[in-house]
């Protein structure tokens, strides 16, 4: 693993041969994180989580969201209305399928992690719609 400071307030990029990722994730996390794979919906564990506590990506371990920005949203993805810091992610161009999207992913390790629309609720107007496969989950309280 290899580690390359950033600008000041960016995270420190880390990246991994694909045989490391591999070793790192489930086939599930590297499907969606690495191959950029999608969950089927209302499948992931994180979707019906209402604990209280922050989300991290699965690859890296970087907070990306907070619990108190999560909301559901119906569509079947663990949705959130902004992520716990702008500078934790990255929002890319997406025209696969045959659609204009804004794909997600991870600013640290470029993990994909979904995609953001502008259907979500007030006050961002944004619902970022996030693999649960692509995160983790630590309670508040817990050791981080």
């Known amino acids: 693993m290899s580690t390359t400071p950033e600008a000041s307030g960016t995270p420190a990029k880390v990246t991994h041969t694909d045989a490391e990722w591999r070793e790192k994730l489930t086939p599930q996390q590297y499907h969606v994180l690495r191959e950029k ?3 089927r919906p209302y499948t992931g564990t994180l979707t019906e989580n209402h604990e209280t506590g922050n989300y991290h990506c699965a690859g890296c371990g970087e907070l990306l ?4 920005a999560k909301f559901d949203s119906g569509c079947g993805w663990p949705s959130f209305v902004i992520p716990a810091d702008s500078k934790a992610i990255a929002e890319h161009e997406d025209n696969t399928l045959g659609m204009r999207r804004v794909e997600v992913t991870c600013a640290r390790c470029g993990g994909h992690l979904g995609h953001v629309f502008p259907d979500g609720p007030r006050p961002t107007g944004l619902r970022y719609c996030i693999n649960s496969a692509s995160l983790t989950f630590t309670r508040e309280g817990d050791p981080e």
Do not use: D, I, Q
Not at 65 to 68: K, W
């Open 37 to 39: 794979g999608t969950e």
């Open 65 to 68: 969201f907070l619990s108190g």
